[in-house]
């Protein structure tokens, strides 16, 4: 037997693989080159990716859920919220308090008269 009878035989996706890599070398080649080729290696890249996906790339606008501006004070109330309801389980569980005692200025008083050293 010869070296050609154990060659593997080739398949579709081989050879495809193989066209794909040859055309993605072509595409370094004209990126390497000069400004004005690197436009035309924009165009041939993009009739190079049609003729391999069968379609051009369709740029579609995004549509936002909810605005950018909503999202600002959305975001700072859902901050708030949670300090809020940190401050109270803390309090409330750890500290061995009730836990809307957390909310009262009377507390925040006593804690502000503790560090300052007037207790």
């Known amino acids: 037997m010869s070296e050609k009878d154990h060659k593997p035989m080739e398949t579709d996706t081989t050879s495809k693989e193989e066209s794909i890599k040859k055309v993605d ?20 890249e993009k009739q190079a990716k049609e003729k391999r996906f069968g379609r051009p790339k369709v740029n579609k606008g995004r549509i936002r859920l909810i605005p950018i501006w909503l999202r600002i004070p959305i975001v700072l109330a859902l901050i708030g919220g949670c300090l809020i309801l940190g401050l109270m389980f803390g309090y409330g569980t750890i500290g061995g308090q009730e836990p809307t005692d957390a909310l009262k200025p009377e507390t925040w008083y006593h804690i502000l008269d503790l560090i300052r050293g007037n207790e």
Do not use: I, R
């Not at 690197?38 to 165009?43: E, F, I, L, Q, R």
């Open 25 to 44: 070398s072509k595409q370094e080649e004209l990126t390497e080159g000069a400004p004005a080729a690197n436009t035309a290696s924009k165009n041939d």
